[in-house]
């Protein structure tokens, strides 16, 4: 069982509509929580990190469940620029694991 | 421009060869790594460097070889290349000491072609 995993979409949605992926960790003892982006054939980079209180940058809100392993990505108001693939990314000791990554396509 | 670097951008090989990819980063970043990304499978780890003079393994590293003679350099090594290893890869670094250890930054990726 890969120790993140996420759905991987696609999610088809129009301009302005609010989207949320939903990402989950097998290792209890993970330290640190990201979402990376990924555009097509680029390397990823990151977006945000994720705290246990929950954290917000502009449009994306970024949460975090301890108790559930659970971390989830929501993205308000769409742009078409938000297109690309978002990767769920915990670190458990001294490197990063990755998820599978969603895609998002938002459509005019 | 600070950041990282690889080469080749792009490279078909015949099964069999050797090739080395390379990976040089003017952040002087402690730590190190190097992905593959392959469709359906996301990015898996396949070495690490936590320092200079060490490396390790991670999820795949058959068929691979790393060194880390100096901070800024991290080539990889497919000693006798074989198709499974047609790929994209991906140099990362971090930086333990800075504010912002959590983040890796990524290079731009080596797409390699092995026939």
């Known amino acids: 069982r890969k120790e993140v995993e996420q759905d991987p979409g696609p999610f088809n949605v129009p301009e302005g509509a609010t989207v949320a992926f939903n990402c989950t960790y097998s290792n209890s003892a993970s330290q640190s929580f990201f979402w990376y982006r990924q555009d097509c054939r680029k390397e990823p980079k990151l977006l945000m990190s994720v705290y246990s209180s929950g954290n917000e940058d502009g449009r994306f809100t970024a949460q975090l469940n301890r108790a559930s392993q659970y971390i989830s990505l929501l993205i308000r108001d769409s742009k078409l620029s938000d297109s690309a693939t978002y990767l769920c990314v915990v670190r458990g000791g001294y490197a990063l694991n990755f998820g599978k990554g969603t895609s998002l396509l938002v459509t005019p | 421009i600070a950041g990282i670097t690889q080469a080749p951008t792009s490279q078909i090989l015949a099964a069999g060869r050797r090739m080395t990819l390379r990976c040089t980063q003017d952040m002087r970043h402690n730590a190190m790594y190097w992905y593959r990304q392959d469709l359906g499978l996301g990015l898996r780890l396949i070495h690490y460097s936590n320092t200079a003079g060490t490396t390790g393994k991670g999820e795949v590293p058959d068929g691979y070889s790393v060194s880390r003679a100096n901070t800024d350099d991290f080539p990889l090594t497919l000693a006798s290349a074989v198709p499974s290893q047609t790929s994209v890869y991906f140099c990362?670094?971090?930086?333990?000491?800075?504010?912002?250890?959590?983040?890796?930054?990524f290079g731009p990726g080596t797409r390699l072609t092995v026939l």
């Open positions: 990362a670094s971090r930086d333990f000491q800075s504010r912002e250890y959590n983040e890796q930054f």
